[in-house]
């Protein structure tokens, strides 16, 4: 019960990365806001999370508008009666997307989470946890499949997680020594949104060529790099990026 009596916030928990990091924490004790625009899908996490044995609430939630991650964080405190780990997980991606909304939501979002978090949590101390990506490190380029990467949404993902990094770093100078931010980098991981991924063979070839690990991450394996972040065993961590992406970007 690694979080035991901790009030965590969760963005974008209704599916693939968010929803294994909330079922996680809420089996190791936290209470856990599901922050997530699908309302269905975050009721049925949160109904998981207390059938388990675990206290969660869930809120509609858009992070793309400022307005909305604040009613979160304040729904949080109403509920808990105080915020210590803010995961600022929602993200989107893919040609179904714009250059606009794809930061509005990777990169914005995360703005005004690490923004109004650390407002809530400078005086108590707490933890902030941003999704950024190995796309955060380092660029793409498919060979005979320039447009995966090559299109606007494609550019705009790359730019808003390496926008996260320099969040991630900046709101950890701010927060120090009280709040810690840190974030993580993961790699290509079995979900939702990497399904394009897994139903181009071309694609998952490439992927899988150039992942060391030689297959794709799960959620799950993420969710423990965000509660090992959210705990305190990474008590004198923060500014730093975890990367968890089974070797791509040590080639």
Not at 78 to 106: K, S
Not at 185 to 198: D, K, M
Request: a negative charge; hydrophobic letters at 45%; charged letters at 15%.
């Amino acid at each position: 019960m690694k979080l035991q009596g901790k009030a965590a916030l969760i963005t974008g928990a209704g599916s693939g990365i968010g929803r294994a990091i909330a079922l996680l924490f809420g089996a190791e004790g936290a209470s856990v806001l599901v922050a997530e625009l699908n309302e269905e899908a975050g009721r049925t996490v949160a109904r998981e999370i207390e059938d388990a044995g675990g206290r969660a609430r869930t809120l509609p939630t858009d992070t793309s508008r400022e307005e909305d991650v604040k009613a979160a964080i304040a729904a949080a405190i109403d509920a808990w009666g105080r915020l210590d780990i803010l995961v600022n997980n929602a993200g989107i991606g893919g040609a179904a997307y714009t250059w606009d909304q794809v930061i509005a939501v990777n990169l914005s979002g995360v703005y005004y989470g690490c923004l109004h978090g650390l407002e809530t949590m400078r005086e108590q101390g707490g933890v902030i946890v941003n999704m950024a990506s190995m796309a955060g490190l380092v660029g793409f380029a498919v060979a005979g499949l320039p447009e995966v990467f090559g299109s606007a949404p494609g550019n705009a993902y790359i730019a808003a997680k390496h926008g996260v990094l320099g969040l991630t770093k900046q709101f950890a100078l701010a927060g120090a020594p009280g709040v810690r931010v840190n974030c993580i980098c993961p790699g290509w991981i079995e979900t939702a949104l990497t399904q394009p991924l897994t139903q181009a063979q071309p694609l998952l070839d490439w992927a899988l060529q150039g992942t060391p690990m030689g297959r794709l991450g799960q959620p799950e394996e993420i969710a423990k790099a965000a509660l090992f972040l959210a705990g305190d065993d990474s008590s004198f961590m923060t500014g730093a990026p975890l990367i968890v992406d089974g070797g791509w970007t040590a080639r």
